[in-house]
C-alpha cells in the first residue's frame, strides 16, 4: 500500500504555501480533489478503514497516470462519511447527514474562495452517493465553481469481470470485490480465514436487492448481514484486485481529463 501523499507530493495542495497557492497559474483549468470515504465496519476479515484505503489507492494509480502538466491537486481524504447503516457495529465512525452536507458544502466554498474554478469529490464508499449526488449541485449554485461526483466502482470501473450474478447484483459491502483489492493492495490487514459468504440470501429469495430495482427501501446492516457482509468474500483474488484497481485508474484519469476540459 502506497503513501499517497508521499508518492505524489507535486500535487498535494497542502504542502503549498499560501503565497504559492495564491499565485498558481492555471486556476481556470485547474481540478481540485477532494478523496472522501469512511470508517466503518466490514465484517471479521477487513479493516474499518477498507473505503479510505481504497480511495487512495485508486487516486494515488491514477495521478501516476495523468500528465505532469495537467492541472490536478488533491486535498486530504475525509475518512468520514455517512455509514449509519452501520451504526451500532464495533468500528463505525458516522457522521450524520447534515453534518457531512456542511462539510462538504465548506470545503466547496474554501475552493472557490481560493480562486478555483473545478472541484471534485472522488468517493468510494456507497454510503455517500446520495449526499454527494445533490450537494454538489448546492455546492456550484452556491459558488458558481464547477462541481463534479465520482463515484469509483459504483460508477467509475464497476467491476464485473470474474464475479457471479449474484455478486454483481447483492455484492455491495465487504464482498468479492473490496476484499479482491485489499488482498492485492494490503494482504496483511485481511483476515481471509474468517472471510464469510454474505450473500443476503433472504433479499435473493423475494428478487429485490438493495440499491437497484423499483423497490428502494431502507435498509440497516443488521437487518440483512448478520455477519456484516453483503456478498461473497470467500471467492476474492489478489489477482482480480489489482484488475480492479487498474481499471479504476484508467477510467478515473480518463473523467479528470475531461473535467479540466468542461465547459457548459
Known amino acids: 500500500m502506497q503513501n499517497l501523499i508521499e508518492a505524489h507530493s507535486q500535487r498535494f495542495l497542502p504542502y ?12 481556470e483549468k485547474a481540478v481540485v480533489i477532494l478523496p472522501v470515504a469512511s470508517i466503518e ?14 480511495a487512495q489507492e485508486v487516486l494515488g494509480r491514477t495521478l501516476s497516470l495523468l500528465p505532469d502538466d495537467l492541472p490536478v491537486w488533491f486535498l486530504p ?19 450524520k447527514s447534515e453534518v457531512f452536507i456542511q462539510t462538504l458544502k465548506e470545503i466547496g466554498e474554501n475552493v472557490a474562495r481560493n480562486g478555483f474554478r473545478r472541484f471534485a469529490i472522488l468517493n468510494a464508499h456507497g454510503g455517500n452517493s446520495e449526499i454527494i449526488d445533490f450537494v454538489i449541485r448546492d455546492i456550484r449554485e452556491a459558488t458558481g465553481l464547477l462541481v463534479f461526483g465520482l463515484h469509483v466502482y459504483l460508477r467509475i470501473a464497476v467491476p464485473q469481470s470474474g464475479l457471479t450474478e449474484d455478486e454483481m447484483t447483492y455484492g455491495i459491502h465487504a464482498g468479492d470485490v473490496e476484499t479482491s483489492i485489499l488482498l492485492h493492495c494490503c494482504p496483511e490487514l485481511v483476515h481471509k480465514d474468517l472471510a464469510p459468504d454474505g450473500t443476503p440470501h433472504q433479499l ?6 438493495p440499491f437497484m430495482g423499483p423497490l428502494n427501501f431502507a435498509w440497516l446492516t443488521r437487518d440483512i448481514a448478520p455477519t456484516g457482509v453483503l456478498g461473497n468474500a470467500q471467492t476474492a483474488d489478489p489477482q482480480r484486485g489489482e484488475t480492479y484497481l487498474s481499471n479504476g485508474a484508467t477510467e478515473l ?10 465547459e457548459f
Open 77 to 95: 481524504l475525509l475518512p468520514y462519511g455517512k455509514s449509519n447503516e452501520h451504526a451500532g457495529l464495533a468500528g463505525t465512525f458516522t457522521m
Open 253 to 262: 484519469a480518463e473523467m479528470i481529463q475531461k473535467i479540466v476540459e468542461f
Open 41 to 54: 465496519q466490514h465484517g471479521p476479515h477487513l479493516p474499518v478503514y477498507t473505503d479510505s484505503i481504497i
Open 16 to 27: 503549498l504555501t499560501s503565497r504559492q497557492i495564491d499565485e498558481l497559474e492555471d486556476k
Open 204 to 209: 435473493k429469495k423475494i428478487n429485490t436487492p
